[in-house]
């Protein structure tokens, strides 16, 4: 709990960077994207009308256009505003950072820059925060306000801390969201435990769901340097173990490979997506680039 006192969330940088991203995405039709990738789940067809220039390509449909003799986009009727529920990872497991940022301080500012976004799109965003119990849940609304009230939480060092269990978290959106929605998990995804990949599966049926995978270096490869020995503490048992980076890098590394495979494929085989995302690097450009991979091939 040492580390999560040193949370830093620089809010002012942040917003004044997705506004700027915002501008940037409306210039790039990614903002239209976003909103075409959940076409099918809430929203219902209604009719067609001829494409015109700067509309969403994705919504063409061939076959009408080809019976027509003219280029055809279908329209949706929308039954009500998206609602977005982002599962952010509190547990001790985020609480370790190699880099200028702790994972959860890296966490929470991914976590602010999709409901700022989703929020600018016109949806209701919620945020549900988690370790082995929800510490934390403010339901999906519209507007600035709910924005700011979802943003002092994510700074609260108090909810911070703890056991793991996603797949408690996410059969808590499942059980107490009304409405179909998106779903948008935000963790390192280590040492996974359970039947998440079932509970992960049923949520599928419901929810549109995205992974956000974060990780720090050091949860990828130990040091290249000879450093010697040191100790490693487990941050749910706190139980430690010395070790020698330099005699277990290769075993560690190919674990740590197997595991990620792992969440991989269980996200690939239920059509889900996973972004992984490096403390080490700014996330704003494999987001950016997620929307436009949904865009193009999810939901035409």
């Known amino acids: 709990m040492a580390g999560a006192k040193r949370l830093r969330v620089d809010v002012v940088a942040l917003i004044k960077q997705m506004d700027i991203i915002i501008k940037m995405l409306v210039n790039t039709q990614i903002t239209s994207k976003y909103r075409s990738v959940y076409k099918g789940k809430g929203l219902e067809f209604e009719d067609y009308?001829?494409?015109?220039?700067?509309?969403?390509?994705?919504r063409i449909d061939w076959k009408a256009s080809i019976r027509a003799n003219d280029l055809l986009i279908k329209l949706f009727r929308e039954e009500r505003n998206l609602d977005v529920y982002i599962l952010l990872d509190t547990s001790s497991s985020m609480i370790f950072g190699s880099t200028e940022k702790l994972k959860l301080e890296y966490a929470a500012e991914v976590a602010a820059a999709f409901m700022y976004f989703i929020i600018e799109a016109g949806d209701k965003a919620g945020l549900i925060m988690f370790n082995?119990?929800?510490?934390?849940?403010?339901?999906?609304?519209?507007?600035?306000?709910?924005?700011?009230?979802?943003?002092?939480?994510?700074?609260?060092?108090?909810?911070?801390?703890?056991?793991?269990?996603?797949?408690?978290?996410?059969?808590?959106?499942?059980?107490?969201?009304?409405?179909?929605?998106?779903?948008?998990?935000?963790?390192?995804?280590?040492?996974?435990k359970g039947d998440w990949e079932h509970v992960l599966r049923m949520a599928s049926v419901k929810f549109d769901v995205i992974g956000v995978m974060i990780r720090d270096p050091?949860?990828?490869?130990?040091?290249?340097?000879?450093?010697?020995?040191?100790?490693?503490?487990?941050?749910?048992?706190?139980?430690?173990?010395?070790?020698?980076?330099?005699?277990?890098?290769?075993?560690?590394?190919?674990?740590?490979?197997?595991?990620?495979?792992?969440?991989?494929k269980t996200f690939i085989e239920n059509n889900l997506d996973l972004v992984k995302l490096s403390t080490a690097r700014p996330f704003v450009k494999d987001v950016a680039e997620l929307f436009v991979k949904r865009g193009k091939s999810k939901w035409r």
Request: charged share 30%; no cysteine; aromatic share 8%.
């Open 218 to 264: 050091r949860d990828e490869v130990m040091p290249d340097e000879d450093v010697g020995q040191f100790v490693v503490s487990d941050p749910f048992s706190n139980e430690e173990l010395v070790i020698t980076p330099k005699k277990i890098g290769t075993d560690y590394m190919n674990h740590v490979q197997r595991e990620e495979e792992t969440i991989k």
């Open 49 to 58: 009308r001829v494409y015109a220039q700067g509309d969403d390509a994705s």
């Open 132 to 192: 082995d119990k929800i510490v934390r849940m403010i339901p999906p609304k519209m507007g600035k306000k709910n924005f700011y009230i979802m943003l002092s939480s994510l700074v609260n060092a108090e909810f911070y801390g703890g056991g793991r269990d996603i797949t408690k978290a996410v059969e808590f959106v499942m059980k107490t969201s009304k409405e179909r929605g998106l779903m948008i998990i935000i963790s390192d995804f280590i040492g996974m």
